[in-house]
């Protein structure tokens, strides 16, 4: 589906812990390295060999030799927008999305909701991240399509949002839709950091004099920012490489990267295969970069919080 | 928990700082459900419009007529049963890969395990669209052009999918038995090492297992983007096959996809409230 899935199961889900020292020194020429050969024979021949195609295909030519080619293609008028609205897209369910699933985590731990309702929450929000593609789309289409039954209820209100101008099937109505997994991720991360923060400092700044904003502005946002700006950055990542949810809800007819590459799988719509490696390139390098960041901020985090 | 001000301060400073924080609590308190009840909104509405849409196939009565509709279309229980079958292959094939070889590096190759942990988020970094398409691009005159073939890169895919939920779920069930002890034990008494794997260190990863293999469900189920690019017949296909044709009908099955995903991950939150009881100190969080 494209989406990244983050469950009940470990708050912490790309942190790499230090591993504790012990079996025998790896360096003596052994058969231990046989055990391992299925999993990562596996994962070469269905991972890393696709992945790595694609990065030798994007330079290469229909004949096959080195070619910058394909990378200059990119420039074309209807590539970059399709990178710039599926960008803009995600920043835009990242940043949303961030924020009212950060308010939400707030309600329920430091807002000091009743234990049922963090429960509920966290458990819903599982489900809601896992909850995209197809079904996800005909949700929405079932609230704010043209039949739909907030579009009706507006409707009888005086208020017709399609004859507005409104459309499901465009980037507001595709933004609308993907913070319904966008905000339950950010919930599902952010709750642990949010539970992280230490009585003692509010404590501390409290009987400094600091009032609840000063604390938040110097004390809790610095320390919680690593994590609030990495999981942004892992939602904005999220959306970026989302297929199922944009296709079934516009039936491929809005310009995203993905939506692109979908097609031309499909029917090389491109007309140019190596256009279409170049383009998958580019969608990795900027998920790459997204998960690398990410990675660095969330060790950050854990000097405070852990 | 701003009540709880220290004991130490003066009398009067506890007084005055009880009187702004209750003042403080309640504000706290009054925001705190106005986001929750704007998320409950946003959550539910799309919920009730799908239930409420589905109810309307039948002119001026509400009743489960598309509901009726899915169930006797063939065409439902036989992507159903088919993505039912690639879940199933899935979850069985990333134990079997993942098991082992996170006991084998915790056991012997330590040093691997930096290596373990990047393969393994590499799913997140490639997108499912770009893995199919490298996937397709990779084997299109080799694996594709067999009978099975198409089914056999779709089960490659979803497994490569799920290494990031597998591998957590089952790395962190390890940790929390001591691999090295039971295996020792095990071998005193004279167990070989298919026999530790299979008799020892999966039972005890049952609670692990079970996580790892219901996220993988609930992903594998719902799945749309390499199915579809790879032509499968299998249910996210199908669901978007149903809404060319259908009004209501995707309506229902939205809802009955949304009930799947919930009872999935409802089972892996209580198995990891099992998990949580049954430790003396939770290691993350306490969700």
Same mark, same amino acid.
Do not use: C, H
């Given at each position: 589906?494209? !989406?990244?899935?983050?469950?009940?199961?470990?708050?912490?889900?790309?942190?790499?812990?230090?591993?504790?020292?012990?079996?025998?020194?790896?360096?003596?020429?052994?058969?231990?390295?046989?055990? +391992?050969?299925?999993?990562?024979?596996?994962?070469?021949? =269905?991972?890393?060999?696709?992945?790595?195609?694609?990065? !030798?295909?994007?330079?290469?030519?229909?004949?096959?030799?080195?070619?910058?080619? &394909?990378?200059?293609?990119?420039?074309?008028?209807? !590539?970059?927008?399709?990178?710039?609205?599926?960008?803009?897209?995600?920043?835009?369910?990242?940043? +949303?999305?961030?924020?009212?699933?950060?308010?939400?985590?707030?309600?329920?731990?430091?807002?000091?909701?009743?234990?049922?309702?963090?429960?509920?929450?966290?458990?819903?929000? /599982?489900?809601?991240? &896992?909850?995209? /593609?197809?079904?996800?789309?005909?949700?929405?289409?079932?609230?704010?399509?043209?039949?739909?039954?907030?579009?009706?209820?507006?409707?009888?209100?005086?208020?017709?949002?399609?004859?507005?101008?409104?459309? $499901?099937?465009?980037?507001?109505?595709?933004?609308?839709?993907?913070?319904?997994?966008?905000?339950?991720?950010?919930?599902?991360? !952010?709750?642990?950091?949010?539970?992280?923060?230490?009585?003692?400092?509010?404590?501390?700044?409290?009987?400094? /004099?600091?009032?609840?904003?000063?604390?938040?502005?110097?004390?809790?946002?610095?320390?919680?920012?690593?994590?609030?700006?990495?999981?942004?950055?892992?939602?904005?990542?999220?959306? =970026?490489?989302?297929?199922?949810?944009?296709?079934?809800?516009?039936?491929?007819?809005?310009?995203?990267?993905?939506?692109?590459?979908?097609?031309?799988?499909?029917?090389?719509?491109?007309?140019?295969?190596? $256009?279409?490696?170049?383009?998958? $390139?580019?969608?990795?390098?900027?998920?790459?970069?997204?998960?690398?960041?990410?990675?660095?901020?969330?060790?950050?985090?854990?000097?405070?919080?852990? | 928990?701003?009540?709880?001000?220290?004991?130490?301060?003066?009398?009067?400073?506890?007084?005055?700082?009880?009187?702004?924080?209750?003042?403080?609590?309640?504000?706290?308190?009054?925001?705190?459900?106005?986001?929750?009840? %704007?998320?409950?909104?946003?959550?539910?509405?799309?919920?009730?419009?799908?239930?409420?849409?589905?109810?309307?196939?039948?002119?001026?009565?509400?009743?489960?007529?598309?509901?009726?509709?899915?169930?006797?279309?063939?065409?439902?229980?036989?992507?159903?049963?088919?993505?039912?079958?690639?879940?199933?292959?899935?979850?069985?094939?990333?134990?079997?890969?993942?098991?082992?070889?996170?006991?084998?590096?915790?056991?012997?190759?330590?040093?691997?395990?930096?290596?373990?942990?990047?393969?393994?988020?590499?799913?997140?970094?490639?997108?499912?669209?770009?893995?199919?398409?490298?996937?397709?691009?990779?084997?299109?005159?080799?694996?594709?052009?067999?009978?099975?073939?198409?089914?056999?890169?779709?089960?490659? %895919?979803?497994?490569?999918?799920?290494?990031?939920?597998?591998?957590?779920?089952?790395?962190?069930?390890?940790?929390?038995?001591?691999?090295?002890?039971?295996?020792?034990?095990?071998?005193?008494?004279?167990?070989?090492?298919?026999?530790?794997?299979?008799?020892?260190?999966?039972?005890?990863?049952?609670?692990?297992?079970?996580?790892?293999?219901?996220?993988?469900?609930?992903?594998?189920?719902?799945?749309?983007?390499?199915?579809?690019?790879?032509?499968?017949?299998?249910?996210?296909?199908?669901?978007?096959?149903?809404?060319?044709?259908?009004?209501?009908?995707?309506?229902? *099955?939205?809802?009955?996809?949304?009930?799947?995903?919930?009872?999935?991950?409802? *089972?892996?939150?209580?198995?990891?409230?099992?998990?949580?009881?049954?430790?003396?100190?939770?290691?993350?969080?306490?969700?």
């Amino acid at each position: 589906m494209g !989406i990244l899935r983050v469950t009940v199961v470990d708050s912490r889900p790309l942190m790499v812990k230090p591993n504790e020292p012990g079996g025998r020194s790896p360096f003596r020429f052994s058969w231990d390295w046989l055990g +391992v050969l299925p999993f990562f024979g596996f994962a070469v021949a =269905f991972l890393l060999i696709p992945a790595t195609s694609i990065v !030798i295909r994007s330079f290469q030519d229909n004949a096959g030799s080195f070619t910058f080619q &394909n990378i200059l293609d990119l420039r074309q008028q209807s !590539i970059l927008a399709a990178y710039s609205v599926s960008i803009r897209l995600s920043l835009m369910t990242a940043i +949303v999305g961030g924020l009212f699933g950060f308010l939400m985590a707030y309600a329920i731990t430091v807002g000091d909701a009743p234990k049922w309702v963090r429960s509920l929450l966290l458990t819903f929000s /599982g489900v809601a991240s &896992n909850f995209a /593609g197809v079904p996800l789309a005909f949700a929405f289409i079932a609230t704010l399509g043209r039949l739909g039954m907030v579009s009706g209820w507006l409707k009888a209100l005086g208020w017709d949002i399609y004859a507005q101008g409104f459309n $499901l099937y465009t980037f507001w109505g595709l933004s609308f839709t993907y913070l319904y997994f966008q905000m339950p991720l950010m919930v599902l991360i !952010i709750t642990p950091a949010l539970d992280g923060l230490k009585r003692e400092w509010r404590e501390a700044s409290e009987s400094l /004099g600091a009032t609840t904003f000063e604390y938040w502005r110097y004390v809790a946002l610095p320390i919680l920012m690593p994590s609030l700006l990495g999981t942004m950055i892992l939602l904005f990542g999220n959306a =970026f490489g989302a297929y199922a949810t944009a296709y079934a809800l516009t039936g491929g007819r809005i310009n995203l990267v993905s939506i692109l590459i979908g097609a031309q799988i499909s029917g090389d719509a491109l007309q140019n295969p190596g $256009l279409g490696n170049a383009l998958a $390139l580019g969608m990795v390098a900027v998920m790459a970069v997204s998960i690398a960041a990410y990675t660095w901020l969330q060790q950050r985090t854990s000097r405070w919080i852990g | 928990m701003e009540q709880n001000s220290s004991p130490k301060n003066p009398l009067k400073t506890a007084q005055k700082k009880s009187l702004k924080n209750s003042q403080e609590t309640d504000r706290k308190k009054f925001w705190s459900w106005v986001w929750l009840l %704007g998320g409950t909104a946003y959550f539910t509405i799309p919920l009730i419009a799908s239930f409420d849409f589905s109810l309307r196939a039948e002119k001026n009565v509400l009743g489960f007529k598309a509901y009726a509709s899915v169930f006797q279309d063939p065409n439902f229980w036989g992507s159903f049963t088919f993505s039912l079958g690639a879940a199933i292959a899935t979850i069985f094939l990333s134990w079997l890969l993942i098991v082992p070889t996170t006991y084998w590096v915790q056991l012997r190759l330590p040093k691997l395990r930096p290596w373990m942990e990047l393969v393994t988020l590499l799913p997140f970094v490639i997108p499912a669209v770009v893995l199919v398409f490298g996937l397709i691009r990779t084997y299109s005159t080799t694996l594709l052009n067999t009978r099975q073939g198409g089914w056999v890169l779709l089960t490659a %895919g979803y497994v490569v999918l799920s290494f990031p939920y597998m591998y957590r779920a089952i790395d962190t069930g390890m940790r929390a038995i001591d691999v090295r002890t039971l295996t020792e034990a095990a071998q005193s008494l004279g167990a070989s090492w298919p026999l530790i794997v299979v008799r020892v260190i999966f039972p005890n990863l049952k609670v692990a297992l079970l996580n790892g293999a219901f996220l993988t469900f609930a992903i594998v189920m719902g799945e749309f983007t390499i199915a579809s690019l790879l032509a499968q017949p299998a249910f996210g296909p199908y669901m978007t096959l149903l809404s060319s044709s259908k009004v209501y009908e995707p309506a229902a *099955i939205a809802l009955i996809s949304f009930a799947l995903t919930w009872g999935a991950i409802g *089972i892996v939150q209580v198995l990891g409230d099992q998990v949580q009881r049954g430790k003396p100190k939770p290691l993350a969080d306490p969700r």
